[in-house]
């Protein structure tokens, strides 16, 4: 939910402390708890954050912008709401997976209250500035999904150009900066929700201290391996499979259903607008693993500092 923030001394204050910068494509972001968050929605951020009330079964699907946010949403939705897959009934087959599993940072936290129970929320916020009710006094339970940076940048490039996320909501902003530019600003950090390391940090640390109560997810691993990892995420949930779902082809069904193949061309997907700037047909773009390698030059991903001839991140 997007806010203004002229009217509120306390918030002006606040944000004279802190430091801004612009994204690569012109989104001003502001810096904070070590974090680039986006400015328009930094109000209702921080107040969200201050009253989220968590319940210990919630299921918080976390992650960095283009890592698999959609596909994690579509596949936990499915396996938890299997039943109704059997009778054709999906939910998936006319909502998109982003209306049926909100963000915890920009959806009305009315909506949150009313969803039924257990609930799925997602969040793009570092595991560091999750509420504490969330991190410290929850049993909730949160599954995150990361994906190899490069992949991740060149995703959320497509998605912001096509969407002229930069350019805010009446086209005035700045022109976005060139690939080589941008490339630059994501290895400074400066980035939406960056940086990227420490976001995967933050979890996949919270992960080692209880993998009881954090799932440590690879994009390319579940594109590898997509049965197992439905499996995985099944049990993690606390509805494991039986071997009769198994026998019938439960387990395949969702791999089929949620696949980007399959929603890309539902007409819930294909046309339309989510969050009013948002094309929901630019949610489902390739999702190959090293499409990077379609616009990168080796020489640009090495300034990354990082091996990117694997998969990992
Ligand atoms: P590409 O832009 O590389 O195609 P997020 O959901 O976090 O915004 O991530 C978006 C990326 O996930 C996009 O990657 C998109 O195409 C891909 N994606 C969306 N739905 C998917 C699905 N069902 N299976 C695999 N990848 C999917």
Redesign the pocket.
């Known amino acids: 939910m997007e806010q203004k923030h002229d009217d509120d001394p306390n918030f002006l204050l606040l944000l004279q402390t802190l430091d801004q910068q612009k994204n690569w494509d012109g989104c001003p972001l502001v810096e904070y708890n070590g974090f680039w968050l986006p400015l328009r929605f930094f109000r209702s951020i921080l107040s969200t954050l201050k009253q989220f009330k968590p319940e210990n079964n919630d299921l918080l699907l976390a992650?960095f912008?283009?890592?698999?946010?959609?596909?994690l949403k579509?596949l936990a939705v499915s396996i938890a709401g299997r039943n109704t897959i059997a009778d054709g009934q999906s939910p998936l087959l006319n909502s998109n997976p982003h209306k049926l599993v909100p963000f915890l940072e920009y959806d009305d936290p009315d909506h949150l209250k009313h969803l039924p129970s257990p609930r799925i929320i997602s969040t793009h916020i570092s595991y560091k500035t999750l509420p504490e009710s969330i991190r410290e006094e929850s049993e909730c339970e949160i599954i995150y999904i990361c994906r190899n940076l490069l992949?991740t940048f060149?995703?959320y490039r497509?998605?912001s150009l096509d969407n002229k996320l930069g350019q805010g909501y009446d086209d005035a902003g700045p022109p976005p900066l060139g690939l080589d530019e941008a490339l630059d600003i994501f290895c400074q950090g400066i980035y939406m929700s960056g940086t990227i390391w420490d976001h995967v940090l933050g979890y996949w640390k919270a992960h080692l201290e209880d993998p009881q109560r954090v799932l440590f997810l690879k994009?390319e691993d579940l594109?590898e391996d997509t049965s197992f990892y439905v499996k995985k995420i099944a049990a993690f949930m606390g509805y494991p499979f039986s071997e009769e779902e198994d026998k019938q082809g439960v387990i395949e069904e969702i791999v089929r259903l949620?696949?980007?193949n399959n929603?890309k061309i539902l007409e819930v997907n294909k046309k339309g607008k989510f969050r009013s700037i948002v094309k929901t047909s630019s949610?489902?773009?390739?999702?190959?693993v090293g499409?990077w390698r379609n616009y990168l030059s080796a020489d640009m991903a090495r300034s990354l500092g990082t091996d990117h001839e694997d998969n990992g991140v």
């Open positions: 992650s912008p283009k890592s698999g946010t959609t596909w579509a992949d060149v995703s497509h998605f994009y594109q949620c696949s980007i929603l949610l489902f773009r390739k999702g190959e499409d």
